[in-house]
């Protein structure tokens, strides 16, 4: 049974205050069978929750091993991409030095193209080369503290919210 089919048997017992065999359709309105008919939902209840916030825990700590391993390829990744960096830095320093302009074997050919960048000294370009950006964004510290001291903000409130805590 679900936490939501759990939570409406528990209401319907208590706005009714009797219950309804499922099987036979009678109604049972002793007080001891609706007692511990509550008591055993209560029971179900609890074991639901508990195993649905055991779930979230494991949860938490699979994402928390994907987000280690994530950083750990990314860092595995970066030194691969110096290393190639490097060597490729190597194989163009010795091909200059014996001013070869490429190489081809069975397995690999190597040449040079030309290609052009742009490199930029900032403190003395010319300010119209730049680019403007302008970006908002709201300092919610400040908002917050206002509001707190009595200010009323259009497009603003304080909301209180209840966060789960799982340990």
Request: glycine share 2%; aromatic share 6%.
């Amino acid at each position: 049974m679900t936490l939501y089919n759990i939570d409406n048997k528990i209401l319907e017992i208590i706005e009714r205050g009797f219950i309804v065999d499922e099987e036979t359709g009678e109604i049972i309105d002793s007080a001891e069978e609706v007692s511990a008919r509550l008591e055993e939902l209560e029971f179900d209840r609890t074991a639901k929750i508990e195993n649905i916030a055991l779930y979230v825990k494991n949860l938490e700590a699979l994402t928390l091993s994907l987000k280690n391993e994530e950083n750990a390829l990314a860092e595995r990744r970066k030194a691969k991409e110096k290393r190639i960096e490097s060597l490729k830095n190597y194989l163009t320093n010795s091909m200059v030095a014996a001013n070869e302009n490429g190489i081809e074997t069975s397995k690999v050919c190597i040449s040079f193209r030309k290609s052009e960048s742009v490199v930029v000294n900032e403190e003395i370009l010319d300010r119209k080369y730049f680019n403007e950006k302008v970006s908002y964004t709201p300092d919610k510290t400040a908002i917050k503290k206002a509001i707190k001291d009595g200010a009323t903000i259009d497009g603003a409130y304080i909301e209180t919210k209840q966060n789960l805590q799982i340990r």
